[in-house]
Structures are given as structure tokens and as C-alpha cells.
């Protein structure tokens, strides 16, 4: 059993930056790739970001390309998404999650409970 805790998020004003983390306990860290998601209030939770097992391999939401960075420390069992320029459609809810395959629309088997981004414009 793996458990996901997010931190890192806040109020932040539109053009600034985020980073957020996601740390892992109970489990083998490496042997998931770790994604990140978001819902923002009346929307569905949509994909942001995952990146493979040994960070190799990163894959982004045309949304965020270019303004997001997802990276990951096993030695640390830490991810991060490092968010810039962000936007007042980048408020929401955001989620780490792990999934034993990568890609964006894999079965994730872990989530974390959230952190509340919140962009003013």
C-alpha cells in the first residue's frame, strides 16, 4: 500500500510560480511512475503530467506544455511538478497519483488527497 501527500500549494497571482511535491511512503517508489492531476470546481479531474520510473520519460497536457516541469527524486521518494506563468485556469485541486505503467490514461492505484491551487488574476 503506497500513501501520496501533497504540499506546496497556495494562492499565488497570475504570471507567478508554484511548486508542488508529492511525497511516498509504504512502498517500492521506483517501481511506479507518478502522475499528477487536477479538478477544478464543476469540472472533471483531468491529466496534468507523468513522468516514468526512473524520470526518464516525461509526458505533459497541451494545457501545461511549457509552463510545467514534473521530476521526481527516488532517493528521495518525492515528485514535483514545478509550475510557471501560471494562468487563472490553472485554479484547481491538484493530485499526485502512482501507476505501475506510464502514460497519461493508465490505471493509477494510488492518489494522494490534494492541494489547493489557487491562481488570482
Known amino acids: 500500500q503506497v500513501q501520496l501527500e501533497e504540499s506546496g500549494g497556495g494562492l499565488v497571482q497570475a504570471g507567478g510560480s508554484l511548486r508542488l511535491s508529492c511525497a511516498a511512503s509504504g512502498g517500492t517508489f521506483s517501481s511506479y511512475c507518478m502522475g499528477w492531476f487536477r479538478q477544478a470546481p464543476g469540472k472533471e479531474r483531468e491529466f496534468v503530467a507523468v513522468i516514468s520510473w526512473s524520470g526518464s520519460r516525461t509526458y505533459y497536457a497541451d494545457s501545461v506544455k511549457g509552463r510545467f516541469t514534473i521530476s521526481r527524486d527516488n532517493a528521495k521518494n518525492t515528485v514535483y511538478l514545478q509550475m510557471n506563468s501560471l494562468k487563472s485556469e490553472d485554479t484547481a485541486v491538484y493530485y499526485c497519483?502512482?501507476?505501475?505503467?506510464?502514460?497519461?490514461?493508465?490505471?493509477?492505484?494510488?492518489w494522494g488527497q490534494g492541494t489547493q491551487v489557487t491562481v488570482s488574476s
Open positions: 497519483a502512482a501507476s505501475r505503467q506510464y502514460g497519461p490514461t493508465k490505471t493509477y492505484d494510488y
